[in-house]
């Protein structure tokens, strides 16, 4: 009908303008906000390292969007719905809701599953599938677990990191939260196989909305003590959520395997650099103009850089070198 | 028990025989299999040792888990001896000198002596106060050491893995501890610990770096950091 078109075309040309204007608000915010992070200067090597271990070039604009998140999206939406989510329901319905949702992401998982070249894991998702949409009465059960038959998720940006990619630099968004550009990337591609993006429900977004704000929840009641547990308990949340985010992103990645040689190498690490108390306070990362260097015997030598830092291997948390 | 594959008995070893034999006949051929037999004897020997060590690095790791949760769930103690005893097994077990500047990351040679004695100082207080709140609940818990998987190239590090098995049937936590060998006492250091997928020195890493670059680089930032927040979860361990 000629009406239906063009509410169509009107809700299509008001979705374009408020992602327009979407832009344009968050590009006068990078801007004045100043949300690149000050590089530090060169000459503090150690300071230089430190910076791109973190790999978060625009931390000032993600501290930002984290503290929205914190102070204001959490408190008054997301946690209280998790809140009530979580005392309200039966463990069986909450339960329930994973298991469906779980299930719906089969296709996703399976994709990813043969793109990464774990037939062992696809052939699992694949039974999982198959019991659970029906002994599971369309997924609301699981009865695949008792059989055996462990859940396990997948995503493309774990699919990138496996092929190679690295984390990008680090990414805070409200809502979403942590979302580095691989990840998000990710998500994209995901949503082509996903086949609820091509059934519609008379050009009705809700279902998918509802999916995703289900999931969001559900995940949240999920992790409600253990996130108060962190914020109580660590110098800088917002750093602390930056690393456990990547760390368990490397543990997905690994889809369960161990390889110890993936933690930083500390063996070669020589802590003893200075057992005399009456040498000169070396003092190199100060900023300060070194002017009496550390005496050979106790320090390691620089490198051929000039490098005066200890560790010149990056802790795998920090998202580099992930995939290689 | 893990049984380590021993490489020389099936390469170098195991070819030299063959390749000398067309040139120098039988003799140096029976000779070369006595050999290389003989090899293979003293290596069966040797590895046993690094199975011994794996299994002294398993005991340590089992005795270690057990102390803890008898003391965290001993009923008859009050909070400050729990804190005490506990205190003194976290800090005989852990290597506070390399964690402490392995947590520093790439800032680790910022400190004067004295303050690195003071965050060394700090930084037990802060682990105690911390992970005392965070294990206080695991107190009737069961304790099992599964797997142990030796680490670096130099022999001196070694990965143990546990679970800690709960009693109302939630799945078992997976608990990994990075040890390293202590040659003067023939005992264990542990370095991090690694629960449900999360190394506590490396996450601890990430914020240290963090509070010091976002205070101009300043050290004592990261003392007054640790002082507020070992104070903050005293409290909380208190109230809670």
Known sequence: MVTEEAHDVMRGMGRIMRSGIAVGVMAAVFLTLGACATRPAPADTAAVAAFKEANDPIEPLNRYFFAINNQLLDPLIIKPLAQGYDIVLPRVVKDSIRNFLDNLDTPVILANDLLQGEWGRAGTTLTRFGINTTVGIAGLFDPAERWGYQQHSEDFGQTLAVWGSGEGPYIFLPFLGPSPPRDIAGFVVDRFFDPFTYISFDGDTAFAFARLGAGGIDRRARVLDTLDDIERTSLDYYAAVRSLYRQNRNNSIANGRFDPAALPDISDIDYDFDTDIDAPDAAPNGGAPQTTPPPESLAPAPDAQGNNTIETQPAPASGLGVGT | ?240
Do not use: H
């Open chain 2, 1 to 240: 028990m893990r049984m380590t594959a021993n490489p020389p008995c099936t390469t170098p070893f195991f070819t030299a025989p063959f390749f000398t034999a067309p040139f120098f006949g039988r003799v140096y051929l029976r000779a070369g299999i006595v050999l290389m037999a003989l090899s293979c004897l003293a290596l069966a020997t040797l590895a046993p040792s690094a199975a011994r060590a794996d299994e002294s690095a398993r005991q340590y790791v089992g005795d270690l888990g057990d102390s803890a949760i008898a003391i965290l769930g001993d009923d008859t103690l009050t909070p400050e001896e729990t804190e005490t005893r506990f205190r003194a097994l976290l800090l005989g077990a852990l290597d506070i000198r390399r964690l402490g500047l392995f947590a520093l990351g790439q800032y680790a040679r910022l400190p004067t002596p004295q303050q690195r004695e003071e965050y060394f100082e700090l930084l037990a207080d802060f682990i105690v106060a911390v992970y005392l709140n965070r294990l206080s609940s695991y107190s009737d818990e069961k304790f099992v050491v599964t797997d142990s998987i030796e680490k670096g190239s130099k022999g001196r590090e070694v990965i143990v893995s546990s679970d800690i098995v709960f009693s109302d049937g939630t799945a078992p936590l997976p608990v990994q501890w990075w040890l390293i060998r202590d040659p003067d006492a023939a005992t264990f250091k542990v370095f991090d610990v690694n629960v449900a997928g999360i190394w506590m020195a490396q996450e601890q890493r990430g914020t240290f770096a963090s509070q010091i670059r976002n205070n101009g680089g300043q050290f004592e930032a990261l003392l007054d950091g640790l002082r507020a927040e070992t104070r903050l979860a005293q409290t909380g361990a208190e109230a809670g």
